[in-house]
């Protein structure tokens, strides 16, 4: 049987204009959040980090500039989706500082044949897609959706599997905590 790929990617391309500075160097208990997302995924044959190049400094990750700079995680998706060895993508925001790799394990979980990614639904029945998964079959799909206007990245969530919040509240009850200002930063 053909072995796919399991990959890791942050995107971390945005300009945090509503946190004021760059919200991936803010320090939560300790170390930047850009260094806490990265330390909670699980293994991975390759890992990616997609930002302007020269921004960060992340061992152990590939810097990988966007295909389309400026223009949303969607396009960091393209840009992740084309670097990444075919198979699975774990794909998450910079943003992201509850995620857990047991978090990451309950969407591996629940792949199912024909899925092509994989979301969490949060408490209030949202699709989530900042924290996902997606399959490098996508690639066409995703720089498709972009050529024709598309920005928004549940967009690229195409034979998506859900997962129900009940299904991953007790691994990570903090997964979908989103820092988008400095008051959002959980008190270390
Ligand atoms: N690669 C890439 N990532 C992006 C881009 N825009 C936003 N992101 C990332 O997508 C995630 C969610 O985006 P936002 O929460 O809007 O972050 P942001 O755009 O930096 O912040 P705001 O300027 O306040 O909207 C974060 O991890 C961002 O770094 C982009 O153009 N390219
Ligand atoms: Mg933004």
Redesign the pocket.
Known sequence: MHEEALSAAI?????????GSD?ALAVISGERLLDRVARRFPPADARVL??PPGRYVLPGWTPLP?TR?????L??LE?ALGACPDGWVMYA???LPGLTPAYWAALLNARTAGARSVAGLDASGHVQP?AALYHTSLRGAVSALLDAGERRLRAALLDVQQVPWASLEAQCPDAYRNV?TPADLPDA
Not at 11 to 19: I, K, M, V
Not at 69 to 73: A, I, M, S
Request: hydrophobic residues 30%; neutral net charge; proline residues 8%.
């Open positions: 995107t971390a391309g945005g300009r945090s204009s509503r946190f919200k997609v930002a966007d700079p400026g223009e949303g995680p396009a960091g840009a925001g910079v943003d900042l988008n």
